[in-house]
């Protein structure tokens, strides 16, 4: 590719755009076409067969209302869980949707384990045992058994297309070669998922990518949102997992299913003096390792035979490397305990609830568009069955846009674009000798986020002067990364250059928000030192949108279920 | 994490290509490479696309990898995963997706 290359420009119009062929996205695209009969296109990165969360396969459903517990029982745990800073009618809408999109993937093939009368065996009041290693072909077979959708695979989604505050579609690219896309339509689902790769992972070498979250889920969404002046949430609220060190395989099965301890290196089992919410037992873990006692374990030695056996398989479904490591050191679960660790920060509304501020028909502050997903805030703990929910509650909010005119996008419009993906490709006259590549920039953005961020390095603590040395650094590297044009060999390189820019964007977006909860709400997810105790003036949402170049910060009082909020 | 491809098996059908959620695998001439290992995510995607064999999940030495060698052959309803030890003493363990997990 060089900067006098021409552009092929493709131009696509549909009824419902769905941005993202994920888990939120496919479920949207088919309930959509069973409540009407317009078309749907879904514009997704790589093969919906396996992107995003779902690609090796997930282990239970994580929200599900069991037998005795009322969908205001999940927003009461869930809630509180949030230390309070959940959308109560967001969660209620959620919860009630759970159990229906749960039978309806048990109609799309998903094999759910069941008691002796034949219901699905609940463990703890909302979790339920699946085989889950082919969750996503099964939704994507369902997908393209409706002829009504259509499969645009390998575009990049890079720019709302929006006048007057109103969605007219979307820009993207081929991760393949030079074209760019000009999608339009009546309405827009963002349902891109959540951000990894802002923060240094736990292995920053050659393993980099063996994270928790998919790397390849770059906060797209988060960052268009945000430069289109979009309202969003909770950015301070970080996730960070508890995982098995290494492979970053998920502790969870371990914990519920060998009822395996969390002991520190004295052998001593320190879980319980921490608390019980997810931050909570992270914090544990962290205490425990800060104060010398680490590391630490989930106690598994002693599980018998056949235990230790069905944790291979279980790990296969989900998290083949986790069985990889088992096997080939021969140190498996029933030999010795397994080691455990916190990752680095993530940014996603499907744990936490960062994302898109959206009413209760979780349309964006953009009209005409909708979030569901990891990319949609307010609504923490939603997991895989939540996503399903919320695409399902966005693509009938989207139904009332069908009576409008389909919008037409100008002329003027597409060449910016154009002339926008052209000045990254825009050789400098003279390659000077310091000039860095995407890589070097990531991962000195990585370093930065982990430094004065509250990354794995600082022990996840921030201050009011870290804070603002981040966002200096970040504000240096953005700018580096716009106006150093880089030497970009081809399609995908570009797509590298705009996935670093995303992040950026959304780094110094998640800085703004951390400086403005004055307060630790979270421990084990972040410890700002100079406010290092929880303060209830701050029991309110930390909100912002991006004004004339600036980013504003909006504090919104609390929501509770039952009302429905209007924006 | 990584994968390895062996020429000489792959037959280039170019399925693990195709899968792959970071479009990290190319086909060069009549076989599979990938690019950019270690922007690999280790999901096993295309081992299990993978009709010939030819694909193998490897854990880097930075996560303590020792050299053993994992594929998946999809037969039906069971996934046989097939992991080679660092020494070349091969293990199988076959999964029934038609049975829910236990834990
Ligand atoms: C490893 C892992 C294990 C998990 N295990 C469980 C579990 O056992 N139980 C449970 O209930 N939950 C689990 N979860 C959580 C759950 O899977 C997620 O919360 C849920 O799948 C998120 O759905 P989503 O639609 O928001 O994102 P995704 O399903 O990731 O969809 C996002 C889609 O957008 C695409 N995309 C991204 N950027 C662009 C762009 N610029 N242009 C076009 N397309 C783009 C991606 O390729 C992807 O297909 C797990 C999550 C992970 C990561
Ligand atoms: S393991 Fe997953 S991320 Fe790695 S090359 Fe294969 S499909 Fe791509
Ligand atoms: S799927 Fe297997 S045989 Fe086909 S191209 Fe990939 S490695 Fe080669």
Known sequence: MNPEMKWEIKKLTTDFLILGGGTAGCYAALTFCEHSGGHVLIAEKANIKRSGCLAAGVNAINAYIAPGKTPRSYVDYARADAEGIARGDLLLTMSEGLNRAVRKLEELGLVILKDESGRYAARGGRNIKINGENIKPLLARAVAGQPRITILERVSVFEYIVRDNRILGAFAISVDEPVLYVLTAKAV????????????????????????????????????????????????????????????????????????????????????????TTSQRLYGTLTENREGRGPCYLRTVGITAEQDEDLQKAYLNMAPSQTLKWIESGRTPAVANVEIAGTEPY????????????????????????????????????????????????????????????????????????????????????????????????????????????????????????????????????????????????????????ELRERLTLCNSVIAHLAARKETRWPGFGENTDYPERNDAYNLYINSKRENGKLKILFRPLVKEGEIYEH | MSIEITRGVCTGCGKCAAVCPGSLIKLAGDAAVIERPERCWGCASCVKECPAGAMALYLGEDIGGLGGRMTVKCEGGLLHWRITMPDGTPKTIAIDSRVSNRY
């Not at chain 1, 923060?199 to 289109?228: C, D, E, L, Q, V």
């Not at chain 1, 609830?353 to 923490?380: H, M, N, Q």
């Not at chain 1, 990254?424 to 590549?437: A, G, H, I, N, W």
Request: proline share 3%; glycine share 10%.
């Open chain 1, 189 to 276: 689902l963002c349902a891109t998922g959540g951000a990894a790769g802002l923060y240094k992972p736990n292995s920053p070498g050659f393993s980099r990518h063996k994270m928790w979250y998919p790397p390849f889920n770059t906060g797209a969404g988060y960052a268009m949102g945000i430069r289109a002046g979009a309202e969003m949430t909770t950015f301070e609220m970080r996730f960070v997992a508890l995982r098995c060190k290494d492979t970053i395989a998920p502790t969870g099965t371990l914990a519920q299913g060998v009822s395996a301890k969390q002991v520190n290196t004295l052998g001593e089992v320190y879980e319980q003096q921490y608390g019980l």
């Open chain 1, 347 to 498: 940014i996603v509304g499907g744990h936490t609830a960062s994302g898109y501020w959206v009413d209760t028909k979780r349309e964006t502050t953009i009209r005409g568009l909708f979030a569901a997903g990891d990319v949609a805030g307010g609504c923490p703990q939603k997991y895989v069955s939540g996503a399903f929910a919320e695409g399902e509650i966005a693509a009938k909010s989207a139904l009332s846009h069908m009576d409008a005119a389909t919008p037409v996008v100008w002329e003027t419009e597409i060449q910016k674009a154009r002339r926008f993906l052209e000045s990254f490709l825009r050789q400098p006259s003279k390659k000077s000798v310091d000039q860095r590549s995407v890589d070097q920039l990531e991962e000195e953005m990585q370093a930065v986020m982990d430094e004065y961020a509250g990354g794995i390095g600082s022990g996840y603590r921030y201050s009011e002067q870290s804070l603002a040395a981040a966002a200096e650094k970040i504000r240096a590297l953005a700018e580096e990364a716009e106006t150093n044009a880089l030497a970009l060999a081809d399609a995908r390189a570009l797509v590298y250059s705009l």
